[in-house]
C-alpha cells in the first residue's frame, strides 16, 4: 500500500471531521476507533471531542480498562456509559440482524449526551471494508444518523494501520475486535453465562502469547480460531486448553483448520441465503 495514497486519504478525513465541528466518538479501543479518536483530536481540538465506551456484557473487561488507558494516553475527554444488550429486544434472540438491535441500542443512548453536551454529530468506527460485508449495524446508522467518517474518506483497514503506525498509535498492530456476542452460532440464544465462558476461554488462550483468537460457539462445541502460524503453539498446549475451556463448560473442544477469520459465523447467513 502506497503511504502516500494513506495520507491523502487521511487529509479527506480531516475535511468530513471539520465540516462535523464538534463530535462523539462512540470508542471501543480498537484499530479504528482510536485512530478515528486522534485524527479527531489534532483537527478539532480535544474541546470539541467526546469519547463515550458502552460497558455491555459483551464487551470483554479487558477491553474496557484498555479504552480508559487509550483515552488517558490522548488526552482524549472520555465517557463511560453502562448499557445490557440482552435486555435490548431481538439482540438475545440472535438472529442475523442482532448487530441491528445491538447498535440502534447504543445509537438511542448516546443521542442524549449529543443533545445535553452540545454535540453535532454522532460517529463511529465504520470502514470502507466494511460496507461489502453482513453489517445490520449500518442500518441502524442510517436511521440514526449517526455518520462512519473513515468510510466516507474511503479509508481501508490497511489505510489506518499504516496512518496509526505513522502517528506512534500503539494499536496500529493490534488484532481486530468484535462482541463477545458474535461468538455465538445465530439461531442459539445469548445468554451472560455464554458470554463470560467465551471471555475467559479467550483469555486463557491468549495466555500463551497467542494475539488473534476467536472461540466460536456451537451449543457444546467450542471451536477456536487462531491464525494458521499460532496452530503449533495450540497443538503443543492442547492438555491445558482443553482441560480448561471443559471446566469453563464446553464438552467438546475443536481447532478450526482454516484458522482465523473475521465474521466467519456469518458464512453460516450465506448458506442459508444461497438455499
Excluded at 446508522?141 to 474518506?153: C, D, F, K, R, T
Excluded at 494458521?228 to 482443553?242: T, V
Amino acid at each position: 500500500m502506497d503511504t502516500q495514497i494513506s495520507l491523502q486519504k487521511e487529509q479527506r478525513l480531516k475535511e468530513v471531521l471539520l465540516k462535523m465541528e464538534r463530535v462523539i466518538i462512540a470508542f471501543s479501543g480498537g484499530v479504528d476507533s482510536t485512530y478515528l479518536l486522534k485524527v479527531a483530536l489534532d483537527t478539532l481540538g480535544r474541546e470539541n471531542v467526546l469519547a463515550v465506551t458502552a460497558d455491555s456484557e459483551s464487551f470483554p473487561r479487558t477491553e474496557l480498562q484498555e479504552t480508559i488507558r487509550l483515552a488517558g494516553l490522548l488526552n482524549a475527554p472520555h465517557q463511560i456509559i453502562h448499557m445490557s444488550e440482552i435486555e435490548i429486544p431481538g439482540y438475545a434472540e440472535n438472529d442475523s440482524n442482532r448487530c441491528y438491535f445491538c447498535k440502534k441500542g447504543l445509537f438511542e443512548r448516546l443521542y442524549p449526551i449529543l443533545v445535553e453536551k452540545g454535540y453535532n454529530n454522532l460517529t463511529f468506527g465504520l470502514i470502507k471494508d466494511d460496507l461489502g460485508e453482513h453489517r445490520p449495524g449500518v442500518k441502524a446508522a442510517i436511521e440514526h444518523n449517526v455518520i462512519g467518517p473513515l468510510a466516507e474518506a474511503d479509508m481501508t483497514k490497511e489505510d489506518i494501520r499504516i496512518r496509526s503506525k505513522e502517528l506512534n498509535l500503539e494499536t496500529w498492530d493490534k488484532p481486530s475486535l468484535a462482541c463477545l456476542s458474535s461468538r455465538i452460532a445465530y439461531g442459539e440464544k445469548i445468554t451472560i453465562e455464554k458470554l463470560t465462558q467465551v471471555d475467559q476461554a479467550e483469555q486463557f488462550i491468549r495466555s500463551f502469547g497467542i494475539k488473534q483468537v476467536r472461540v466460536r460457539v456451537h451449543n457444546e462445541i467450542a471451536r477456536i480460531e487462531v491464525e494458521p502460524s499460532d496452530m503449533m503453539n495450540l497443538l503443543n498446549n492442547h492438555e491445558q486448553i482443553s482441560r480448561s475451556l471443559k471446566k469453563i463448560g464446553y464438552q467438546y473442544i475443536t481447532m478450526d483448520l482454516t484458522g482465523y477469520k473475521s465474521g466467519s459465523m456469518n458464512q453460516m447467513l450465506q448458506k442459508t441465503l444461497t438455499k
